[in-house]
């Protein structure tokens, strides 16, 4: 018999069978499924306008393509519709959208379209989501419930945990999200590492890590892409990704709910860690929407090291 398309997808795990099996909570499956779908929209609207630029200037003054916009209303539009979202954040709002009747338990955070300025080099990007149970501010550790990433590259992934480990999905040419890695688990220690920043504008603390990890023999791994960096790490399982403090902005580029916190969870729970340099990033209370904060994350190893080298600042 040949093997036909229902002969192959019944021997995979799509993701709303997988989240089922996990125990995931109802509401919260159904919305995970709602947002990874999304994925596919936006993907097609990357498709759709490719390298058309459209001038548009963030709210934090960067360059903007008339994708991340495109990817925010879709985000918006889908959630507003699913019933379990009370309230929205995303890079792209310069204030929360309150988009539900405000009895819905979970609260949204969304970096739409991160690295959308990688769209014309044709590098992947991807769609980074933060659930919160009750409210999105204050400790992350607290509030938190899911998290997840979709990656844009030549093959579009999906990687989410709801705090029960964390899994990879790709989306096959049927329109499933498959499971290729379940229980992702980083080494204590790594091999590889991301810089962001110009080192002109590192600090000395930090410049003494890097220079630690240069002479240990890391080997040097930076798209400019935040999603598809850490989904490096998680994949090779392990290694480190910094965006530190820098001279001028003590606070680092990345901000805390849209790109850092939803990847300290996705880190921690597969075994990982994120940290400022002093505190783990879920720690940190967050009382304004747009927050930056430095990081180190990835394997245990390596963050702890981190934390060593900028205590002796
Ligand atoms: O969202 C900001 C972002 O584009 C991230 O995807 C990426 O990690 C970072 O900026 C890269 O910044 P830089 O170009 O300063 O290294
Ligand atoms: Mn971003």
């Known amino acids: 018999m040949g093997e036909g398309i229902s ?38 609207k990357i498709h759709e306008s490719n390298r058309k630029l459209a001038g548009f200037k963030n709210i934090y003054g960067e360059e903007q393509l008339s994708l991340d916009r495109s990817a925010d209303t879709i985000l918006k539009n889908q ?117 962001g920043g110009l080192r002109k504008d590192w600090t000395q603390s930090h410049l003494q890590f890097v220079e630690y990890l240069e002479a240990e023999g890391y080997t040097l791994r930076y798209s400019g892409g935040f999603v598809p960096d850490i989904n490096q790490l998680l994949i090779k399982n392990g290694g480190v990704f910094t965006y530190p403090a820098l001279k001028k902005n003590p606070n680092g580029k990345l901000r805390l709910l849209f790109e850092l916190q939803p990847m300290a969870f996705l880190m921690e729970q597969a075994g990982g860690s994120a940290t400022d340099g002093k505190k783990n990033i879920l720690d940190i209370p967050v009382d304004d929407i747009g927050q930056r904060s430095p990081i180190y994350i990835g394997s245990h190893f390596e963050v702890e090291k981190a934390r060593a080298f900028l205590e002796k600042a």
């Open 79 to 195: 959630l507003q519709f699913s019933g379990f979202v009370r309230e929205y954040a995303s890079e792209e709002q310069d204030a929360v959208v309150h988009i539900g009747e405000g009895s819905e338990k979970y609260f949204v955070t969304a970096d739409p379209l991160d690295g959308s300025s990688l769209v014309d080099s044709n590098l992947s990007i991807g769609t980074i989501i933060g659930i919160h149970n009750g409210s999105m501010m204050g400790d992350g550790r607290n509030t938190i419930v899911a998290a997840l990433y979709i990656t844009y590259g030549p093959l579009i992934t999906m990687v989410y945990s709801a705090g029960k480990g964390t899994h990879e999905f790709v989306l096959n040419r049927e329109g499933e999200y498959v499971l290729s890695q379940e229980n992702i688990r980083l080494k204590k220690r790594g091999y590889i590492y991301c810089l």
């Open 7 to 44: 002969d192959y997808t019944k021997f995979c795990i799509d993701l709303r069978r997988h989240m089922w099996m996990a125990g995931v909570e109802m509401e919260l499956r159904r919305l995970i499924w709602q947002i990874a779908v999304t994925g596919k929209y936006i993907s097609a």
